[in-house]
């Protein structure tokens, strides 16, 4: 408070002053208190220990005053406010300007010294700090220019391959009209795609020109072998010279799977499914057993059992019946889980990635953990070689809607994350769906160079090509959830045939076997019972009679040897959890760091919101508080304001809540395919959760610099910029990891508004209105403080008027609005843990809902 000097008349009589100057003379000291004091004066002896007390003001002055604004002083005596610019020191009786690099808010009585990179002129009443705001512009360019850096790498790059390809297709173009005279047709490698990798788009499309001399490579080779693959007489065979990539292959393999041996025996008696609510069984006396190092097949109408047969052999669903054996050996399927491999029949890959990249991670995360890098690496590079992607491996896959490779290359990535993993069984569900008839043929041919390696291939499919028919090993037919056939390829037609059953000339097998087994056999049969009941019932009477077993071999006697190295190799699969945790963390900044539009997006919405939230403050030139002066000046205090604090951190949580909530859906909710993928397949769940959430933490601090910088910027209220910064930064995490709970429970279409919304309800519940003294009356204040809203609003409120105690009567503001004061470490760790704990119950729900996608 500023004071004039205490004047008096020289006789002692009290004296008042008009803001006219106009003396007025009360009669004596002592007949004062009954005279009463005239409007607008005051009315005390006045000495230097004794201030001037407060007079009722005049209505005009009392006006301005209930308005916020302070008016002329109601006399000589009365105390003001220093005004904004002006220090005023010794009691009050000076008035002095702010001088430059330093600023004065209302009613200090020393200068407080700018931050620094500040603009403080001379007079100034606000800090405006320009230190920060410099920082992010230099952040910005950086990124900027690496992004135009890349750009024009990856030109250079495109430019480069293509004036290479251009080169060999005219040294192709020089030598084949050679070749074409002599009629030595040879066909482009389909590694090279023909002359389409010259052809500058997105869709490269499966080769369709196939000449008798073309040079095999790869599985192709191998798939052109018709006897049974034996690895280590190829291996003994193998003079030194030179290996090819397959030779390659399969050394990788026996190393990860220390024996020769790759395949894995699956027994099944008697087996039986029934879904937990139902009645009806949709499996039912399914017996057999298929044999390692053989491509199968299963096949069967809509409705025949086919997807659950195959989810209960490799243990993704417990079988409700009977008896399944892997090696010859009872028990959970699951744990084999290792060392299986499930292809489903979309294509779950992450777009953002290469070719190389998506399967490189499959083999780092599922490999023994005692492979170097290199090690890994170079089983990859070869696996990419024999499946043919080289030529794209650098390349993103893309999505099935914008497409970068082909189905067909697309389709071998999906095999390709599997294989990597150095399976001994690998189970695909219609591998062939969405292909062309080349494509097609292609998968189907790897497929029967890994039965060759000694895999174990099992296979659903529908309505296959002559070709792809008759190049499975054997098959599993189903109707009505029980057994139809098991057994040879080559014993199908027979087999039907024997019931009656023609075959016409000309005519794909496959097609009339699927008619048969789909209940439309009349076509074929015209006399006698054609139906799929009969199929059945003949194919258990066989199994009765034990005839049924001629049609396939016996089961291999597995050793005790055997199976004690198949539980030693499944003990050594898989990276160590923290590992795992640092491979999903680079694959999720990778991603990141592709979706550069994503995230460019959600810096500028950062700033725009701290921008307009910084504007809509900026005429309160940072006064945003006013209180109740200290006693003895209570009574001249203006109006109050304890909700602009509030107010202003409602805002903040609002535009934090738009800023981050949909990029926190997106983290999670568009890829729960690809981690059901994984964890099906042996991911630690925790890793891959830890590895998703560590990696937004540049995220978060990027965005919450954008929205802070411009919002303390044009606002400059009373709170630190750092603290500011690290309360804002806090609310980030906690609307993440609210996003990430939407995230689990609904559908990617939905994640986003839901998560709009649900940021928004919590900004709200941060105690300005209803005040938390209101809400504590309610005894539901429990519900506001479950809201990171309030503990945002709390910090706020408590680095804003902390600094104005020695002008204002901040307990009293306290107990208005219900905050706690000096709080502020507490706030921000009760932000923390109101994020971790979203977080927690964000994994829960990734673990424990969906559980039977996950096996």
């Not at 006045?46 to 005049?58: A, G, K």
């Not at 055997?562 to 990276?575: D, H, Y």
């Not at 760091?593 to 700033?607: D, I, T």
């Not at 926190?664 to 690809?674: A, H, T, Y």
Request: net charge positive; aromatic share 10%; glycine share 10%.
């Amino acid at each position: 408070m500023a004071a004039p000097n205490n004047a008096t008349l020289g006789d002692g009589t009290q004296v008042c002053l008009m803001p006219g100057g106009v003396p007025v003379t009360i009669q004596n000291k002592t007949s004062w208190e009954s005279v009463g004091c005239l409007e607008g004066f005051f009315c005390q002896h006045n000495t230097d220990d004794n201030l001037p007390q407060y007079c009722p003001p005049l209505p005009e002055c009392q006006d301005l005053r209930l308005s916020g604004v302070q008016c002329t002083p109601q006399g000589t005596f009365e105390p003001v406010l220093c005004d904004a610019g002006w220090y005023c020191p010794n009691n009050g009786t000076q008035r002095i300007e702010c001088p430059s690099g330093s600023y004065c808010p209302h009613g200090v009585a020393s200068p407080i010294k700018c931050s620094i990179g500040s603009r403080c002129p001379a007079g100034s009443q606000r800090n405006m700090n320009f230190l920060p705001m410099g920082i992010l512009l230099l952040v910005d360019i950086i990124l900027i220019t690496a992004t135009v850096m890349e750009k024009l790498r990856s030109r250079y790059k495109k430019s480069n391959f293509h004036n290479k390809r251009v080169s060999s297709r005219k040294a192709v173009l020089a030598t084949g009209a050679g070749r074409f005279r002599n009629r030595q047709y040879q066909e482009i490698d389909e590694g090279n795609n023909g002359f389409n990798d010259d052809v500058e788009n997105e869709y490269q499309m499966e080769p369709a020109i196939r000449g008798p001399l073309r040079v095999k490579t790869g599985f192709e080779q191998l798939g052109a072998q018709e006897a049974d693959f034996m690895l280590h007489e190829e291996l003994a065979n193998d003079a030194g010279g030179q290996k090819t990539d397959l030779h390659l292959f399969v050394q990788s393999l026996s190393k990860c799977l220390g024996a020769t041996k790759f395949g894995l025996t699956f027994e099944f008696q008697d087996l039986g499914f029934k879904p937990p609510k139902s009645n009806k069984k949709i499996l039912d006396q399914v017996s057999g057993t298929i044999h390692a190092g053989s491509l199968w097949g299963v096949m069967g109408a809509s409705g025949a059992g086919k997807s659950t047969f195959v989810n209960v052999l490799m243990g993704k669903t417990s079988h409700t019946g009977g008896i399944t054996k892997v090696n010859g050996v009872a028990g959970n399927i699951s744990k084999y889980k290792k060392i299986i491999g499930y292809v489903p029949q979309d294509d779950i890959v992450l777009p953002e990635m290469t070719v190389r990249e998506n399967i490189l991670h499959s083999a780092r995360i599922r490999l023994p953990a005692n492979w170097s890098n290199s090690e890994i690496e170079h089983h990859v590079d070869i696996l990419v070689s024999c499946l043919q992607l080289s030529h794209v491996k650098d390349s993103l896959v893309g999505s099935p809607g914008a497409p970068v490779i082909s189905g067909g290359q697309r389709k071998r990535v999906s095999i390709g994350m599997e294989l990597a993993a150095a399976p001994m069984a690998v189970f695909l569900d219609e591998p062939t769906s969405g292909l062309d008839a080349t494509a097609a043929a292609s998968i189907m041919s790897t497929l029967k160079a890994l039965s060759r390696l000694g895999m174990t291939i099992v296979t659903i499919i529908h309505q296959p090509r002559q070709e792809i028919f008759e190049s499975l090993d054997s098959l599993v037919l189903l109707g009505q959830g029980r057994m139809i056939y098991c057994g040879p390829e080559r014993g199908i037609q027979p087999h039907f045939q024997g019931l009656g059953f023609d075959f016409p000339d000309h005519t794909n097998p496959a097609d009339v076997m699927g008619d048969i087994i789909a209940g439309e056999g009349r076509h074929y049969k015209p006399k006698g019972d054609a139906s799929v009941q009969y199929l059945i019932d003949h194919w258990q009477r066989k199994q009765q009679d034990g005839s049924a077993s001629e049609n396939y071999a016996k089961t291999a006697t597995i050793s005790m040897g055997e199976t004690n190295a198949l539980s030693a190799t499944i003990k050594q699969r898989g990276a160590p959890w923290f590992k795992q945790i640092y491979f999903c963390f680079q694959r999720s900044l990778v991603q990141q760091y592709r979706m550069k539009s994503s995230f460019y997006f959600e810096l500028g919405v950062g700033a725009m919101a701290g921008f307009l939230i910084g504007l809509a403050e900026l005429n309160q030139k940072g006064q945003n508080f006013r209180g109740i002066f200290n006693s003895p000046y209570d009574l001249l205090s203006t109006s109050i304001d304890y909700s602009s604090i509030p107010q202003m951190a409602l805002l903040v949580g609002l535009a934090i809540g738009l800023t981050a909530s949909a990029p926190g859906v997106k983290i999670f909710g568009e890829e729960k395919l690809v981690y059901w993928r994984e964890a099906a397949a042996g991911h630690n769940r925790f890793a891959y959760y830890i590895g998703k959430v560590i990696s937004t933490i540049p995220r978060m601090v990027l965005a919450n610099f954008h929205f802070t910088t411009m919002f303390m910027l044009l606002s400059t209220p009373r709170i630190p910029y750092l603290s500011a910064f690290v309360a804002n930064l806090l609310y980030f995490y906690c609307i993440y990891g609210l996003a990430s709970i939407i995230s689990m429970v609904t559908r990617r279409e939905d994640g986003p508004l839901l998560a709009v919304m649900m940021s928004l309800i919590v900004g709200v519940l941060n105690g300005m209105s209803p005040s938390l003294k209101k809400v504590r009356s309610w005894h539901i204040i429990w519900i506001w403080r479950a809201s990171p809203g309030t503990w945002l609003a709390e910090a706020y409120f408590t680095q804003n008027i902390t600094p104005l105690k020695y002008l204002y009567q901040i307990d009293v503001a306290k107990t208005s609005v219900g905050y706690l004061l000096n709080m502020f470490g507490d706030d921000l760790l009760m932000l923390l843990a109101i994020g971790t704990i979203y977080r927690i119950v964000a994994f829960l729900g990734l673990r424990f809902m969906w559980r039977n996608k996950q096996r």
